[in-house]
T-cell receptor
Framework: DAKTTQPPSMDCAEGRAANLPCNHS???????VYWYRQIHSQGPQYIIH???NNETNEMASLIITEDRKSSTLILPHATLRDTAVYYC??????????????FGQGTTLQVKP | DVKVTQSSRYLVKRTGEKVFLECVQD?????MFWYRQDPGLGLRLIYF???????EKGDIPEGYSVSREKKERFSLILESASTNQTSMYLC????????????????FGPGTRLTVL
């Protein structure tokens, strides 16, 4: 199973872009990179996922390097409500291809006014 | 709007009690999951189910059992609660059958914070 490495914490000024890095050097060709976040006392929330192309949705952008060994989640204009733990996850195929997600320690993003 | 609900946000039980945690999803999802989350350990998978009456052990199934009698409901059972089962329990669901390439997102419930005294 591919594992991910993230910095434990980051700060970002409100209104600025937050760039959260993730290393996944052992990722396999058919594994996707997912990002979730967890706001305090809530369940995790899906943000975005990608295979090898850059992706963008209403919440964030995902930039994956050409060798796929690392990626960056970008929140273009961070707000105080974006303060959360952000998890970078590489999706593995467990028994019966049920898509078990392995959550690491994540990055605690603190958005400051 | 998709929704995963859990029966309680906070629960306090005594050692040795039988504990039921209920999870219901309204998205007609095939797959459902139970995780526990502990400080410094992240989320760990306890059990999952890819169909009614089907279940698979996750990474830490010891001390737990599950039940999936209806597609929308997945129950986690602590047969005899112990203090080391004090944790945040999270339920999740996702679409996709057992043999499909299920790359859909997992939707999580709000969590149940269980304290075993």
């Amino acid at each position: 199973d591919a594992k991910t490495t993230q910095p434990p914490s980051m700060d970002c000024a409100e209104g600025r872009a937050a760039n959260l890095p993730c290393n996944h050097s052992t990722i396999s060709g058919n594994e996707y990179v997912y990002w979730y976040r967890q706001i305090h006392s809530q369940g995790p929330q899906y943000i975005i996922h990608g295979l090898k192309n850059n992706e963008t949705n209403e919440m964030a952008s995902l930039i994956i390097t050409e060798d796929r060994k690392s990626s960056t989640l970008i929140l273009p204009h961070a707000t105080l409500r974006d303060t959360a733990v952000y998890y970078c996850i590489v999706r593995v195929y467990g028994s019966g291809n049920t898509g078990k997600l392995i959550f690491g320690q994540g990055t605690t993003l603190q958005v400051k006014p | 709007d998709v929704k995963v609900t859990q029966s309680s946000r906070y629960l306090v039980k005594r050692t040795g009690e039988k504990v039921f945690l209920e999870c219901v999803q309204d998205m007609d999802h095939e797959n459902m999951f139970w995780y526990r989350q502990d400080p410094g350990l992240g989320l760990r998978l306890i059990y999952f189910s890819y169909d009614v009456k089907m279940k698979e052990k996750g990474d830490i199934p010891e001390g737990y059992s599950v039940s999936r009698e209806k597609k929308e409901r997945f129950s986690l059972i602590l047969e005899s609660a112990s203090t080391n089962q004090t944790s945040m329990y999270l339920c999740a669901s996702t679409s996709g059958g057992q043999w499909g390439l299920s790359i859909d997102t997992q939707y999580f419930g709000p969590g149940t914070r269980l304290t075993v005294l």
